[in-house]
């Protein structure tokens, strides 16, 4: 059924679930969505981000002194160059985790090579001990994370997904926290609308529960058609436990 951020957010906050993982379609075209859900991260005992380890003492200064420093303004340049303006969405995050000192999780492989980080990939980052991102990003929550608390995470959409990386061939980090958490893992996929589509929902911004459909989602299945991707895996099991739509 089709519901606001702020009743969203809230039943998965009364439920029994532990992480809450937003996947971007497209990084960095989100800010509307990702600045939503960001209001409401007070129930949250963390939040986890698909940013590089070694990019968490530029998030943590940022957390601290709210100044975007040299390293983190070239990771928004280069991030712009490739198409992406990851500024906007990064910083509503941060800005509210500050306000209410929410800890932020930086869970991605490092982009810099360390003792701990010394396995060399061809993508430009250092594996912790695997092969791959996803299994870096899996292993970097499970430190992170206290039972009988919720968290937050951002990052691609692929990741979330079931099954293998089209990248790497590896076990995503979406099939990797549901092996290991079962329904409580809760996966979201964030799509912008296309101008075209626009009219499809109402406010500027909709959530869609797909785990209880209860209710005719005639506006997602409306979506679904128009835009043409697949909600189901190849097994019939759903890509994704939710959707946000916006404007």
């Known amino acids: 059924d089709n519901m606001n951020i702020s009743d969203f957010i809230d039943k998965f906050l009364n439920s029994n679930q532990v992480i809450l993982a937003f996947g971007e379609t497209f990084h960095g075209t989100h800010e509307l969505a990702v600045s939503a859900v960001a209001k409401h991260l007070n129930g ?30 070239r990771h928004f340049q280069n991030a712009a160059k490739e198409g992406k303006d990851v500024r906007g969405t990064l910083l509503a995050i941060l800005d509210v985790a500050r306000l209410n000192k929410v800890p932020v999780f930086c869970v991605d492989s490092s982009k810099e090579k360390t003792e701990e980080y010394s396995k060399e990939a061809t ?31 951002f990052g691609g959409f692929q990741h979330l997904m079931g099954g293998t990386h089209f990248r790497s061939g590896e076990p995503t980090l979406g099939s990797k926290l549901r092996t290991k958490y079962q329904d409580g893992f809760y996966s979201v996929a964030i799509y912008k609308l296309k101008v075209e589509d626009r009219n499809i ?5 909709a959530a869609f529960n797909i785990k209880d459909r209860s209710e005719n989602n005639s506006a997602f299945e409306k979506f679904v058609k128009q835009s043409d991707i697949e909600t189901n895996n190849s097994d019939g099991t759903p890509k994704f436990d939710g959707y946000i739509l916006h404007k």
């Not at 003492?57 to 940022?62: A, G």
């Not at 299994?135 to 970097?140: G, Q, R």
Request: proline letters at 0%.
């Open 123 to 153: 993508i430009g980052r250092y594996f912790l001990r695997g092969s791959s991102r996803d299994e870096d990003l899996f292993e970097n929550i499970q430190k992170s994370i206290t039972i009988d608390k919720k968290y937050l995470f």
């Open 44 to 73: 949250f005992a963390g939040i986890f981000l698909e940013k590089a380890v070694s990019q968490q003492s530029d998030v943590d200064e940022y957390l601290v002194k709210g100044i975007v420093n040299e390293k983190l303004e």
């Open 201 to 205: 929902i109402e406010n500027d911004i």
